[in-house]
């Protein structure tokens, strides 16, 4: 079946700093959203990207798709501490199977 | 209402009972999705309603959990027989168009944490 792997599991960033977490799929995939978690709170809806190459930008989180359609990336620079959460990828693939990862818990250091 | 809302907020129950648990999408939003979600997990995807029927059950781990939707609105997860290890947090998401192949954004409720003693 469908694996979804997401580096790191943790991100200890220093207050300032970039980071960039991986989505990574085993299939070729239809779309993949992102979603962030606050502690104690529910998933919010980030982004969807859905062509191969894929890249946008929301103020300093930047998200990639992959040529192949099989990983994505999210790229936050000058990290804030209102940037603490888990960041879960939610990914479709070809046959409409859709998917969550287990997430990238994101602790800042101020 | 401005979002989704799930109740209650928390149910604590012994093993071998019977809950329900309930969601209240966004108004006119005829998506709705129910997951469970495990301390440091992502959210496991259990039940998809388009309007009134389910469109996708695959992710129902068994026949003791139940969903409905009967008005195309509120919807109920049943659990019968409850174990511990059905603990969790239950999510419920909607959506303004349905289906999970076609990436609608999706917004959550608060979840309903679910402790089975």
């Known amino acids: 079946g469908q694996q979804v792997m997401q580096i790191p599991q943790y991100q200890h960033v220093q207050e300032g700093e970039d980071f960039t977490t991986y989505c990574n799929s085993s299939t070729t995939l239809s779309n993949i959203q992102w979603y962030k978690q606050r502690p104690g709170g529910h998933p919010v809806f980030l982004i969807q990207?859905?062509?191969?190459?894929e890249v946008k930008k929301q103020k300093r989180l930047t998200f990639q798709f992959g040529e192949a359609k099989k990983n994505s990336s999210l790229h936050i620079t000058a990290t804030q501490t209102t940037d603490v959460g888990t960041y879960f990828c939610?990914?479709?693939?070809?046959?409409?199977?859709?998917?969550f990862g287990a997430g990238t818990q994101v602790v800042v250091t101020p | 209402g401005a979002g989704v809302s799930q109740t209650p907020s928390n149910k604590v129950t012994e093993k071998g009972k019977y809950v329900e648990l309930r969601c209240d999408p966004i108004s006119g939003h005829t998506a709705l999705y129910w997951y469970r979600q495990s301390l440091g997990q992502g959210p496991e995807f259990l039940i998809y309603f388009q309007g009134t029927g389910a469109a996708d059950d695959s992710g129902l781990p068994n026949d003791r959990f139940f969903a409905v939707r009967p008005e195309g609105s509120v919807s109920t997860l049943k659990i019968q027989r409850t174990e511990r290890g059905d603990s969790a947090v239950y999510l419920c998401?909607?959506?303004?168009?349905?289906?999970?192949?076609?990436?609608?954004?999706?917004?959550f409720g608060p979840g309903t944490r679910l402790l089975v003693l």
């Open positions: 998401a909607s959506s303004l168009t349905g289906g999970l192949a076609r990436g609608g954004t999706q917004y």
């Open positions: 990207l859905v062509k191969s190459g």
């Open positions: 939610a990914v479709t693939d070809s046959w409409g199977k859709f998917q």
